[in-house]
């Protein structure tokens, strides 16, 4: 569905995608995990052909994407990172005007926010000014522009960063129900909970390149699918097992408490980090 090869973006100076190769199948629900200047809006951007890759190609359901392309315009929603919401218009203003944009007829569009608002349980906004919408509303206003031309791909741009934990899980509910239905998702974030919880792929990009990827059971079976963590010597120490019998073995004989769970993808970052820090 999307296709990235060897894909590098140098800006000036800056290698900020550094032949990154990926693919998102369809339906899959795929986190782009990365910190800071790790290169996720750079791609996000190149995908919807804000920028042009300097080296390497991209495909969109089989059409090339370029500037000067527009096939796979139609195929592709972006919910970017900043709100770029028409302020001092109304939601439904907005939606209208993204529809105009987009070459829908204004009674399709009609027919389309009806649905969408109702969806996203945004109807009683309709009318409000996009200014006095809370931050966790003009997200979900973002979402629902993104979504109008009926996209089959829904990409979105670190969604919940600046959300109180309410409105994040709503954002998480409402992009849930959209795979659900069969929208694929590729989503960028920094956050390991929000990957973790709704993603079936997971990619890890840092300084531009891809480290690991997998579904979050393949990235635990790395390190060890089952997790002893105890407090020693002034530090958490965590151990890794192939199955809860030998994790439980090695906990026996631990003289401090203990806890044993399920690893997480933050275990299996700090395990990684923690190699390359002391390697
Ligand atoms: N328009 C630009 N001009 C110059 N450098 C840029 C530009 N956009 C991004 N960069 C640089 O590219 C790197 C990756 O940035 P970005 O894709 O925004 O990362 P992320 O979204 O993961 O935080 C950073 O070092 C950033 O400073
Ligand atoms: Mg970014």
Redesign the pocket.
């Known amino acids: 569905m999307i296709r990235l090869e060897t894909v590098t ?1 140098i ?2 100076e ?4 550094d032949n990154l190769s990926m693919q998102i199948a369809p339906g899959d629900f795929y986190g782009l995990l ?12 190149m995908i919807t052909a804000l ?1 042009n890759p300097t080296k390497g190609k991209i495909m969109v359901n089989g059409c090339p994407v370029h500037r000067s392309e527009t096939r796979f315009k139609a195929k592709l929603g972006l919910v970017p ?1 900043h709100n770029n919401l028409e302020p001092e218009l109304t939601v439904i203003e907005n939606l209208r005007l993204h529809a105009m944009l987009y070459g829908i007829s204004s009674a399709q569009a009609a027919k389309r926010i009806k649905e969408l608002l109702a969806f996203a349980e945004l109807e009683k906004k309709a009318r409000a000014v996009v200014n006095t919408l809370s931050g966790g509303m003009k997200r979900k206003v973002l979402i629902v522009r993104a979504l109008m031309h009926e996209p089959r791909v829904l990409l979105l ?2 969604p919940t960063v600046g959300l109180d934990v309410f409105a994040r899980r709503k954002v998480w509910d409402l992009l849930k129900s959209l795979n659900t239905r069969g929208i694929t998702i590729l989503l ?1 974030t ?1 956050y390991l909970e929000e990957a973790e919880k709704l993603c079936n792929r997971i990619g890890l ?1 840092n300084e ?1 390149r891809l480290i690991m990827e997998g579904s979050p059971e393949e990235l635990a079976n790395i390190v060890g699918p089952v997790v002893v963590e105890h407090f020693s010597n002034d530090r958490t120490a965590l151990h890794f097992f192939k199955s809860q019998q030998e994790a439980l073995e090695y906990a026996r004989s631990l003289q401090v408490e203990f806890n044993i769970r399920k690893t997480g993808l933050e275990d299996v970052f700090v395990r990684l980090t923690d190699e390359r820090v002391s390697a």
């Open positions: 973006k800006y000036a800056t290698l900020s995608v990365g910190p800071n200047g790790a290169g996720k809006t750079t791609t996000i951007r920028t990172q741009d670190e960028t920094h990009l531009g």
